[in-house]
């Protein structure tokens, strides 16, 4: 084989090992609380894609989790544009346990879905109620350019703070065209419309 072969084949596994390691890894952590949620006011604006969008603060939010997956949306939609990436957390019981229960994370079209090898590993947890009220699907939209690289900069398995607020986006162009994205206020929920939207104003990694 010759030197450049060599080198080249060297190049290459070092590449995949760095995309590899960007990705993550999952792992558990244990004591993770419950987010904060407070009553708050107020709202931020927006244009993006022809839009004049109003973003209604819902309640100061304030969340450390265990980052189970992560998927990106660079489409040409107005969603994709606001919130390019997406993070599937877990807290309490079902962050402590994530690699003993064996969960299967997966996300795609703005939901996210996990399943588990058998119904007697999820009982450790609460069973399906217990993953619901601990884990959730986050749209994020970054508050500013800082924070629109520190949120692609986290990967599967960080243990991140991401303090803003839940919102309810509003907004139209002249030609009459709208748009609305709505986010849930509660843990309890699932199916439609139950991901969080976040206007993400600061993120911190905890370990």
């Not at 065209?177 to 976040?198: L, N």
């Amino acid at each position: 084989m010759s030197r450049k072969i060599v080198w080249a084949a060297v190049i290459v596994i070092g590449l995949a090992i760095v995309l590899m390691g960007s990705k993550g890894k999952q792992r558990a952590v244990a004591g993770i609380k419950d987010p904060l949620q407070t009553e708050a006011a107020g709202q931020a604006k927006m244009s993006v894609d022809g839009y004049d969008i109003t973003v209604n603060y819902l309640y100061a939010y304030d969340i450390s989790a265990l980052v189970v997956s992560t998927h990106n949306y660079s489409g040409s939609g107005i969603g994709d544009k606001l919130a390019p990436r997406d993070l599937a957390l877990a807290w309490g019981d079902v962050a402590a346990y994530n690699t003993l229960v064996d969960f299967h994370w997966q996300q795609s079209g703005r939901w996210y879905s996990w399943r588990v090898n058998s119904d007697a590993e999820i009982a450790k947890v609460g069973g399906i109620q217990g993953v619901t009220e601990h884990s959730s699907n986050n749209h994020l939209i970054p508050a500013d350019d800082t924070v629109k690289k520190q949120i692609k900069r986290i990967k599967v398995g960080d243990h991140v703070r991401l303090k803003g607020y839940l919102v309810n986006l509003d907004g139209g162009k002249a030609d009459g065209s709208t748009f609305y994205w709505h986010s849930s206020t509660t843990r309890s929920d699932s199916g439609a419309h139950s991901c969080e939207v976040i206007y993400v104003t600061g993120v911190e990694w905890m370990d």
